[in-house]
């Protein structure tokens, strides 16, 4: 798909991961909505990256968790814009949640964010596609949906659903619209992470380095142009997988 004069939406397309996603796509000439939750300050200022590029963008307030939200910004996009013909499922909520547990909080979250809510923007989005006669999904997972994290239950079922449903919708979905995943792996640290973590993590790929949220924008890049590529994942994680092989 060319992406120039299309219009991509990106769940969590505010900050981190998703804001490269977003600006990726708009350098690529596309149209883009940026969907957050609560980071509207961030929101506000990615969609003026995004317009200084020369696009049109739009911030749009949603929790993806709740399909009532989900409607009202589907019903707002298609007002501005039409419809959409790139969406990338990139919100998630990554929270700790140790089994057994007494506390289902963590599970309920984790699980509506990530699962109910990819479920829910592409289920409203993709007939758009499927009338228009083109589309892209992308669905964003990591290295847990194959290698559980301790700790982590949540976080890895969701993820190892949602490449089961990257999966499942480019079957259902075909040939009309694509569905890939990508997979990152180290890439953007979290704040608490120290020098020490940090080197530690770096050594536990085949580069022996961090990655950044540009080389999982590049993926995402590769997969809206590659045209003959869809149910697949497209992993980049500086070979982490196969870190643990390295010689001593």
Not at 195 to 203: D, G, N, Q, S
């Amino acid at each position: 798909m060319d992406p120039r004069g299309k219009t991509a939406l990106v769940t969590g397309g505010a900050h981190r991961v998703g804001k490269a996603i977003t600006l990726m796509l708009a350098r690529s000439g596309a149209n883009v909505v940026v969907n957050y939750r609560s980071s509207q300050d961030a929101a506000r200022e990615t969609v003026a990256q995004a317009q200084e590029l020369g696009v049109q963008a739009l911030a749009v307030q949603c929790d993806v968790a709740e399909l009532a939200s989900v409607r009202a910004m589907a019903a707002a996009v298609r007002q501005h814009f039409g419809g959409v013909d790139i969406l990338v499922n990139a919100a998630s909520l990554f929270e700790k949640h140790p089994f057994p547990t007494d506390d289902l909080g963590p599970w309920q979250r984790v699980t509506r964010v990530t699962i109910d809510g990819a479920f829910y923007v592409s289920n409203e989005l993709t007939p758009g596609m499927l009338e228009r006669g083109e589309g892209l999904v992308v669905n964003i997972v990591d290295l847990s949906a194959w290698q559980p994290w301790p700790g982590f239950m949540a976080h890895g079922v969701s993820k190892a659903a949602l490449l089961a449903m990257t999966r499942q919708m480019a079957l259902e979905l075909a040939p009309t619209v694509r569905v890939n995943a990508v997979a990152p792996g180290p890439v953007l640290p979290p704040p608490d992470y120290g020098p020490e973590k940090l080197a530690r993590t770096a050594a536990r790929t085949l580069l022996n380095r961090w990655g950044s949220p540009e080389d999982v924008a590049r993926a995402v890049a590769y997969l809206v142009e590659a045209d003959y590529v869809t149910g697949d994942v497209l992993t980049v994680d500086g070979g982490e997988r196969w870190g643990c092989r390295k010689a001593g």
